[in-house]
């Protein structure tokens, strides 16, 4: 488990964050800037001291104020990739990669060289110059030089934010893979909701140096009452499960959901591959009888499981299709009233859109 | 060409001027590094010391010195005692005097390169395993380097040309004490040495223009060092 409670002062800025996660795959502290993501991520790296906490990760505690224990950056034995790279510009891509490799301690070499340069495409590079290099090629040298260091844990602070968007999806992709690749827990600092439901398995939803809701990402997704995730206008449910079916001829994949199915533009991988699909609240229509004549494809029985007002005057609508999977609509006032949406109503919701977790981030696709 | 005499002064100057950078330029180093990256009570005081000899009139720094290294000064009466050293009217006496004088400038070109290095690098390095001694010398150094070479230079051409803090400490002795400048003084004060002291000048004006365009040449490869 990562277990992570600090209260610190950064002048007028004031963080109280407690959280715990499990160790394992990748957490996303998501937030608007200013919530504090980075100050966490520079308190469990240890380049800042907390004023009062206990920061535990795995078997190890990093620190704890009241038995004055605070363990230096130095010996955490982290993989910290920063938003700027951050190469050492008088050595060369092979010095740079290795620095943390010869400074590594007792710890066992279970991150191979060879294995990263081949992951990270980088094999043709260690000649050059950081100078040289694109922002691509230097963001992957940062990670390789992070993943060399055999860090116990992955710190990201917004790898991919100085970035152009074809690189973003390029590196967004390369991050996926390394987690699982090499086994290592990442910690993960963005704002970005593309980021956040292209990597997230746990999430901590950060505001003002609070802790909004933290837990498994796919609870954490659809809940409407996460005001951070409602109020934003892409505010929406990540739907996994599995491909039930493939039909490139008509451009279309098959999903399962529970008893039902929900298609979205075609995507490859194999029948059973379970994937993710981002549904924007505002692409939901809720209806009380199953239309007819209608164009939209996706029409899912659903019922109500709770209504919560947003700030903005609308009405999220959280709708349960199974178990396992929810939706979030928004709806209006006036239709809340005319419609007599309440807890427990059997409703049909009408999917205008699906954005699908493909390599474009969650680049809407519609379907209708 | 040039006489014994003037061959000795020359030979002085050069390890006036060497010895001077070789003590002070480590020493001018630590306080830059102290002054570009820690916040401590004194800082205030320690800058204006160390910048208090481009203020204070030479022969005042001179006297200074004397007071605290001459025989009868607190750490000169030490050396008198426990090592048999002087410090006044030496050699070594003159690279000190030379050196306090030189220190501020070698002080300001460091603390400008440290200052001009991302300390995200050394976060970087941190967490990559690198503890504070091997931090500073794979990373803070190596990037530091051109504003520590253009340190020693100009360094060393301040100390060639010291005139006022030299003559107090050291006096002008020659072949020990008297450097370029000393010896062109001597040289005026002597009837007929006008000869003298004009190939002197010409000596010393030579010596400038190549710490000058030696500067300068490091200077662009700096730039160009901190751009990549």
């Known amino acids: 488990m990562i277990d992570f409670d600090a209260r610190a002062a950064l002048g007028s800025f004031h963080l109280d964050v407690t959280f715990r996660v499990p160790e394992a795959g990748t957490t996303v502290l998501f937030g608007p800037s200013g919530a504090g993501k980075t100050t966490v991520l520079a308190l469990l790296a240890g380049a800042m001291k907390a004023r009062s906490g206990r920061i535990e990760v795995g078997s190890s505690v990093f620190v704890d104020t009241a038995r004055d224990h605070f363990v230096p950056l130095e010996r955490r034995r982290l993989g910290w990739v920063f938003q700027d790279g951050r190469l050492f510009p008088h050595l060369t891509v092979a010095q740079n990669l290795t620095y943390g490799l010869k400074r590594r301690r007792e710890e066992p070499i279970r991150v191979d060289e060879g294995r990263v340069l081949e992951v990270l495409g980088i094999g043709g590079l260690l000649d050059r110059w950081p100078r040289d290099l694109s922002g691509g090629e230097r963001q992957r040298i940062a990670i390789g030089r992070a993943l060399l260091a055999q860090p116990r844990l992955l710190l990201m602070d917004e790898p991919l934010a100085s970035l152009d968007v074809p690189r973003k999806r390029e590196i967004l992709e390369l991050l996926a893979s390394i987690g699982i690749e090499f086994a290592i827990p990442i910690v993960y600092v963005t704002h970005s909701l593309a980021e956040l439901v292209r990597l997230a398995d746990h999430v901590v939803l950060l505001d003002r140096g609070r802790v909004l809701a933290h837990g498994p990402a796919n609870d954490l997704l659809g809940r409407s009452d996460t005001p951070l995730l409602a109020a934003r206008g892409d505010a929406g449910a990540i739907i996994e499960a599995p491909i039930a079916a493939q039909r490139p001829e008509r451009g279309t994949t098959v999903l399962t959901l529970g008893a039902q199915q929900l298609q979205i533009p075609y995507l490859g991988g194999g029948v059973g591959h379970r994937v993710r699909v981002h549904i924007i609240a505002n692409d939901v229509i809720v209806a009380t009888e199953r239309p007819r004549a209608i164009s939209v494809r996706n029409v899912l029985s659903a019922s109500v499981s709770r209504l919560s007002a947003r700030e903005d005057g609308a009405v999220n609508v959280e709708l349960a299709l199974s178990d396992e999977h929810r939706l979030l609509a928004t709806v209006t006032q006036e239709a809340v009233r005319e419609l007599k949406l309440a807890p427990g109503l059997p409703v049909f919701a009408l999917l205008k859109s699906v954005a699908i977790d493909a390599p474009a981030g969650s680049r809407l696709l519609e379907i209708s | ?228």
Request: glycine share 10%; with cysteine.
């Open chain 2, 1 to 228: 060409m040039l006489t014994p005499a003037e061959w000795q002064a020359v030979g002085a100057s050069l390890v006036v001027g060497s010895r001077a950078v070789a003590v002070g330029l480590p020493l001018a180093l630590g306080a830059a590094w102290l002054l570009a990256r820690k916040r401590f009570p004194g800082r205030a005081l320690l800058d204006a010391f160390v910048h208090a000899p481009l203020v204070l009139p030479p022969v005042v720094v001179g006297y200074a010195l004397l007071l605290v290294f001459g025989v009868q000064g607190p750490i000169g009466h030490w050396l008198d005692a426990t090592f048999g050293t002087r410090l006044v009217f030496t050699s070594a006496g003159a690279s000190l005097a030379a050196g306090v004088m030189a220190f501020p400038m070698m002080v300001r070109a460091m603390r400008l390169a440290l200052e001009g290095i991302d300390p995200g690098l050394e976060l970087a390095a941190r967490s990559l395993g690198a503890r504070a001694f091997d931090r500073f010398f794979t990373i803070t150094l190596p990037l530091a380097l051109p504003g520590i070479v253009a340190a020693a230079i100009v360094g060393f051409a301040a100390c060639l040309g010291e005139f006022g803090a030299v003559i107090t400490f050291a006096a002008n002795i020659p072949g020990e004490t008297q450097t370029l400048p000393l010896a062109i003084y001597g040289a005026l004060q002597t009837p007929g040495g006008e000869q003298t002291a004009l190939t002197l000048a010409l000596i010393s004006l030579g010596v400038a223009i190549v710490a000058l365009i030696a500067a300068e040449i490091l200077g662009r490869w700096a730039r160009r060092w901190a751009a990549r």
